[in-house]
């Protein structure tokens, strides 16, 4: 069985946990808590030299690190990855196109806004860049779900996953989604998914603890 | 034939360049000055709504973008693309870590260090952050290349050409790789390989024109 270690408030995390679901994959998760160090200690650092999660234990003492890699591996034969030579290239496509244009901006300003208690003041420099890179982002997703359903081959795939995970969580992090409709629609279609399960990252007992 | 719309300054259309001179697959050229907003003009928009670079024509008015998906693409059912399940998984782990990694730290180093004349003295507060997180990822890179010869599958793939692109020109931007020696021995295996092609970015040329 497959160990995932794992931060229940990290919607990089969440996408392992999504399509493990939806696969109906069991597993065994072990909670990383990144802020306190718990990712840099030398027993995961022996496990991952990234010092990073998710990660997961496909093997005794092999680990598979990045959260647009592994949905790779478990998805893999099945019809979340998409196996046609040109279908796989544009579910990566969009996979890279969310780490450099979704996570430096909507995640990371989830990250400051809504789980970090005053992460607004510590990074007031640094908003208005989020803003508008987050929205630009957040249209080009608009353009491209208005004409299609789901981001590739007309199906739920881990593209979809990926692109869900911070996507799911900008009106958390000051994001007005009334202007896209159509990625609101996808957003619906996604949670509407059979073995969804919710990211569940719990804000008020977050807060409460912080 | 395939038109890939690539600047010749840029490491991530240099990946596609490799890439493809690897495989001996021929392809139209068009050079895009992004410097020069060649990449948001309307009729580029409409070809890759995201405004970057590397793109490829893959058909008739059907375009393929970003620098760690093409080489999927073009590589598919060759040696270059690892088809293995966990060795493909393995293959994307890596090119994440590029994106992540080395991208924003390595590779924007490389464009204000030593393709923008005064970009030294515009992102001097920044210089630290880049060598710091720079040097990190050097680290990583080096532990797995000293026990293997090659990123993934024991093989030269397309994970050597995405994490090559920019670690080659490192030590055109402050970065001191002796201390790497199993990264600097993977450099010259990688340009040993036949159909190897130089980035051929001229920095004399590139200064005297800014």
Redesign the interface.
Known sequence: MYTLYSMQRSGNSYKVRLALARLGIPYTLVEVDTLQGESRTPEFLAKN??GQIPLLE?APN?Y???????P??VA??TTLAPED??E???A??W???E???V??NIGVAFFWLALIKGGRDLQQHALDDWMEKGYRAL??ME??LAKNPYFVANRFTIADIALYAYTHVADQCDFELTRFPAVRDWLGRVAAEPGYVAMDWQPERLAAAQ
Chains 1, 2 share one sequence.
């Open positions: 030299p990234n496909v092999r598979l690190a990045e959260s647009n890699a592994i790779w591996y893999g034969g030579r040109i796989r290239a544009e990566l496509q996979m890279f196109f780490q450099h244009s996570i430096p249209g080009v353009m491209h």
